[in-house]
């Protein structure tokens, strides 16, 4: 059982305890509450902050948060420069009215400016300032300002003013410091992502710049192609013209082969020239087929042999027994490839030999070929290896035998690339070059290689005196076209730019136009929407002739709504084809489907195979499904490869399908 203590001076100590207890636990408690409703003010203000989109805005709300929640009633703010403070924001908890930041006065200016640290001003210190507002007027008791120097040389200065008591701002004095580091956080921010900005659009300048300059060049390459290859289809075309001529003399065919075989070179020139500037552009693309690979690689072995035997030496075609039959990839860019090294090979080649070595590596469901072409020709110095893979750069062997324009190893060393690989070279001068790249296939099968094209033939006109209309404003290519389509059966009437063609198309329709896209006056694609919005003869068949070497260009030229595209130069056998298909009847449209037969055209009317190129190059391969189903109705093998070619996004497979 406790006793009570009954001595007064012992009850009096306890009680005194007791209380001394409560007000420090009510302390701890004032504590707890002003550190809670501190938490809260951060929370509030940085929430706020976080919404703010420019500099003035997040001043703007802190300060205004401060006065109200902590009742201080002046929170301004300074930018301090060169040429003294410079008020950018304010806000009062004494005026009624909204105070603008010039009316507010920069408090012991002289004080707060020349010193970095905060200064906290109270008693003696503010005896004789009075804040003077719209609206109201107080006596300040305190005031605490902190200037901030900033990583750009820029400095703020923060200024709060308290009329309430001498010790307020002191015990504010940590919490708005963090209030005023979360304001220059934000500004910081704010600041980053302006300069972000500034430099997107710089970005973004540049990349309309260089895409201006992209087209600039384009358009260029477009114009040279056009007025190169226009008169190079002349050159050709005559010269195969004449050398089928009855009565010419030995000497004369031998004149000819020799200006065909120097215009033939000139245009692989012009083709290079173009291919490098697609592949610059990024307009190069891959086109996977199945393929017989070692077909092709027989081919290269006969048209390169009689080259080596001539020049005395030999060619060695050396393929290992597990190398794949049918492979898929590009087929065109890895015949280029070996065609170039080969080329290279035989021409810097004197004496010895060239071998092309051909392995494969399995593992797993991946296959990689390795090809590998070597010879013992002129070589060149460790240090120009690099140089052969420049484009329009040669070695000191290429300037001594003056052959080659640098372009062949550029292109090839982009194809190889473009097929996941990676030409390497070595070299020694005197002794011989050996070039080397590996490239990833899939083993394809028989039944889906590529068929041979049927040999090529002359397609004469169909029966019935079809009369053709030339527009292209170089003379001697409207002569050649002439007399082409003159020796095929078909009577032709010629016009020198588009207006006329236009003027001799209404005077009387053709059977079909052939349609130079290049020529003064009215261009090739107004002349085509001319005829096809016209009330005259709109369905008439009609042939784009372009020398624009990019694929891009076949897109607009379906859409404008041609039948079809010639690319200059255009053989004889290209030309029959094309009109061949677009004026002999086709099946009527109830007839059933047939098979299609390699090397036949497709039986379906003209209009549908437009609009499916048209589908094609434009990319809609959904509207490319769509008319696979009516191309079923006249060939049914055909309609089964476009489909398999629309899911494969193959556009350039689907135009080509359909032959010439």
Do not use: W
């Not at 200065?157 to 308290?162: I, Q, S, Y």
Request: hydrophobic share 45%; net charge negative; aromatic share 4%.
């Amino acid at each position: 059982m406790s006793t009570l203590p009954d001595d007064t001076a012992e009850l009096r100590a306890l009680a005194e305890a007791l209380s001394e207890r409560v007000r420090i636990l009510e302390a701890e408690n004032d504590l707890l509450t002003e550190r809670s409703e501190d938490m809260l003010l951060l929370g509030l203000i940085g929430e706020g902050l976080s919404a703010a989109e420019s500099v003035q805005a997040v001043l703007e709300h802190g300060l205004e948060r401060i006065s109200l929640l902590k009742a201080i009633p002046l929170c301004a703010c300074y930018a301090l420069g060169p040429s003294g403070a410079n008020p950018l924001a304010v806000h009062s908890a004494h005026s009624s009215r909204r105070v603008e930041p010039q009316s507010v006065p920069l408090f012991c200016q002289s004080l707060l400016i020349e010193t970095r640290e905060s200064v906290y001003l109270n008693g003696p210190d503010c005896a004789d300032l009075i804040v003077e507002l719209p609206g109201s007027r107080f006596r300040p008791t305190s005031i605490l300002g902190m200037p901030v120097r900033r990583r750009d040389a820029t400095s703020f200065l923060f200024v709060f003013a308290d009329d309430s008591s001498d010790d307020h701002l002191a015990s504010q004095s940590l919490l708005l410091h963090r209030l005023v580091d979360m304001m220059l956080a934000r500004v910081d921010s704010l600041e980053l992502m302006e300069s972000l900005r500034h430099v997107n659009d710089e970005l973004s300048g540049a990349n309309d710049l260089l895409r201006q300059a992209t087209q600039a060049k384009s358009a260029f390459l477009s114009l040279i192609s056009h007025e190169i290859r226009t008169p190079m289809n002349a050159i050709l075309g005559f010269a195969q013209l004449m050398a089928r001529e009855p009565g010419i003399t030995q000497q004369q065919r031998e004149r000819l082969a020799i200006i065909d075989r120097n215009g033939e070179y000139l245009l692989a020139l012009i083709n290079d020239v173009l291919e490098m500037a697609k592949i610059e552009s990024g307009r190069s693309t891959l086109r996977a087929s199945t393929f017989d690979l070692a077909v092709m690689l027989a081919d290269l072995d006969a048209i390169f042999r009689d080259r080596a035997h001539s020049a005395g030496i030999d060619l060695r075609v050396e393929l290992t027994a597990d190398l794949p039959r049918f492979v898929t990839t590009d087929k065109a860019k890895l015949r280029q490839v070996l065609v170039n090294l080969l080329g290279n090979a035989v021409k810097f080649t004197q004496t010895g030999s060239v071998t092309l070595e051909a392995t494969a590596e399995r593992s797993g469901e991946d296959t990689a070929l390795t090809f590998i072409v070597t010879d013992t020709g002129v070589g060149v110095d460790e240090s120009e290896i690099e140089l052969m893979f420049e484009p329009f750069s040669q070695t000191e062997s290429g300037r001594t035998m003056g052959t080659g324009t640098g372009l062949g190893l550029a292109i090839s060393q982009q194809y190889v690339r473009l097929l996941g690989g990676e030409l390497t070279a070595t070299s020694s001068r005197g002794v011989g070059s050996r070039f080397e790249f590996t490239v990833c296939v899939e083993e394809g099968e028989a039944d889906a290689a590529e068929t041979p094209s049927a040999p090529e033939r002359i397609r004469r006109a169909p029966d019935g005196g079809l009369r053709v209309l030339v527009a292209d404003d170089f003379a001697e290519m409207r002569t050649l076209l002439s007399e082409m389509l003159t020796n095929l059966g078909y009577e032709v009437e010629t016009a020198s730019d588009g207006r006329e063609a236009l003027e001799r198309f209404h005077a009387a329709p053709p059977d079909l136009v052939l349609l130079d896209m290049r020529m003064p006056i009215m261009g090739g694609l107004e002349v085509i929407r001319e005829i096809r919005t016209g009330d005259v003869a709109p369905e008439t068949p009609i042939v784009a002739l372009t020398a624009n070497a990019f694929v891009e260009t076949r897109g607009e030229l379906l859409d404008a709504g041609a039948n079809d595209f010639l690319s200059k130069p255009c053989t004889e056998t290209e030309l029959a084809d094309a009109l061949g298909e677009l004026l002999e009847p086709t099946p009527a449209a109830t007839a059933p489907a047939r098979e299609a037969v390699a090397g036949e055209p497709a039986a379906a009317p003209q209009h549908l195979i437009a609009r499916v190129k048209r589908a094609a190059v434009m990319g809609d391969f959904d509207k490319v499904a769509a008319l696979v189903d009516e191309v079923r109705e006249f060939d049914s093998r055909l309609a089964e490869q476009l489909h398999g070619f629309a899911a494969d996004y193959d556009a350039d497979a689907i135009v080509d399908a359909f032959g010439r």
